[in-house]
C-alpha cells in the first residue's frame, strides 16, 4: 500500500509525548521521521518509564511513541553539528520541537533562521501555555495542564476530590492538533508553495478538549460543573447517564428517557427532572441494577435499542471477538531482535489497516546512514 505521506521527511526535536506522538501518526502515514537526539542520552523519554519497564536500554513508553522512526545524534552546542543539522533541515518538509519558548533562537533553530535554509519548511512549535503571557515558562508537563484547565472537576463524584484522567490526555490530544495543523499547511503549501508555522500548547488542547462544556458554561451564567453524587459520568448530562455497578460488575447507561428505561427494567418511581433529581434518581436506578448480573440487563436494554454497554478492563476487552476483530496489535521489532508489542494506527487508508513493524531507533542509529546520504562523508 502506497502511503499518503511517502516522500515527505519529518526532523523532530521534540522530546517526550506530545511532539513525538505527531511525529509517530506522520510515521504512520509514511513520512519519514528522523528524531535529531542529544548524543549519550537522546529524547529524555528514552528515561521515563511507565511500571519501571524498559526494552534494551530504553523505556517502553518510549518504544510506544517512537517507533517506525530514525535516530539522528547531534549536540546542538557543538557548531559542527549545528551545521549538520542545517544540511538536514535543508532536505526536510516539516520540523517541529518543543523546547521552552527562547531555546530555538539561543541556538540559532528559530523559525527565520530555519526558512532561511529551506523556505518551505513547515515549523511545528510545541508548548506549554503558549509563548506569551503569565505561564508561558511554566514546565509543560500532562499532569499540569489537566490541573489548571478544569477537566479535573468533571470527573468523579460531587463530593470527591478533583480526578486527572489516567494517561496523557493533555499530550496525546496536542500531539494530534499539532499533526492536523502540519497537515494543514502542507495542503496549503501544496497550494501556494508557502511554508508557514504551525503552534500549539498542552493547555488550548486541553480547554479545546472541553469546548462542549466550556461552551455550557459561557452561557448558563458561568455555573461551574456539577458533578453527580453517584455513578456520574457526564458533569452536564442528566440521569440515566453513568456507568452502574451490577452483581457481577458494572453497566454503562447512555442519555435516554427515564421513563422508557425504567418500564423496561422494572424500576418504579424513575420519573423526575433528569439532571435537577439526578441525584435521587442515579441513587434508585444504581440500587435497582444491582441486584441483577450485567448480562440481565443487556439482554433487556439491547434489544430494545436502549443505548448501554458492558463495562470492559483490559483483559476482557482484549479477549472479545469484536476487539480481535479490529486487529489493533502489532509486533514491532529492532535488529537486535528485541521486540515490543503495541497497537497499530487507527487509520485505515482505502479500506486497509496500517501496520509497521518497525521499532524505536536506538539513539544515533541513523548517524552513519545520514553522513553517506547528506553529509558526503
Partial sequence: MKLPLEGLTVLEFSQYLAGPYAGLRLADLGARVIKVERP???DACRQLATKN?????DSLVFHTINRNKESFAANLK?????????QLIATADVMTHNFRPGVMEKIGLDYDTVKAIQPGIIYGTVTGYGKVGPWKDKPGQDLLAQSMSGLTWLTGTADGPPVPFGMATADMLCGTHLAQGILAALVQ??????????????LESMIDFQFEVLTTHLNDGGRLPQRAKVTNAHAYLGAPYGIYPTADGHIAIAMGC???LGKLIG???L??????????LQEKLAAHLGAQRTQHWLDILEPADYWCADVFNYARLMEHAGYKTLEMDQLVK????????TTRCPIRIDGERIFSDRAAPVLGEANERLEKEVFNG
Avoid at 420519573?271 to 435521587?280: K, N
Avoid at 529492532?334 to 508489542?341: D, E, H, L, Q, W
Fill in 40 to 42: 549519550g542520552k537522546g
Fill in 53 to 57: 519497564l524498559y526494552v534494551e536500554d
Fill in 78 to 86: 557543538d557548531p559542527a553539528d549545528v551545521e549538520k543539522v542545517k
Fill in 189 to 202: 503549501k501544496g497550494r501556494t508553495g508557502q511554508g508557514t508555522t504551525v503552534e500549539v500548547s498542552l
Fill in 258 to 260: 427515564l421513563q422508557n
Fill in 267 to 269: 424500576c418504579e418511581g
Fill in 271 to 280: 420519573v423526575g427532572d433528569a439532571f435537577a433529581e439526578r441525584d435521587v
Fill in 334 to 341: 529492532r535488529p537486535s531482535g528485541a521486540t515490543v508489542k
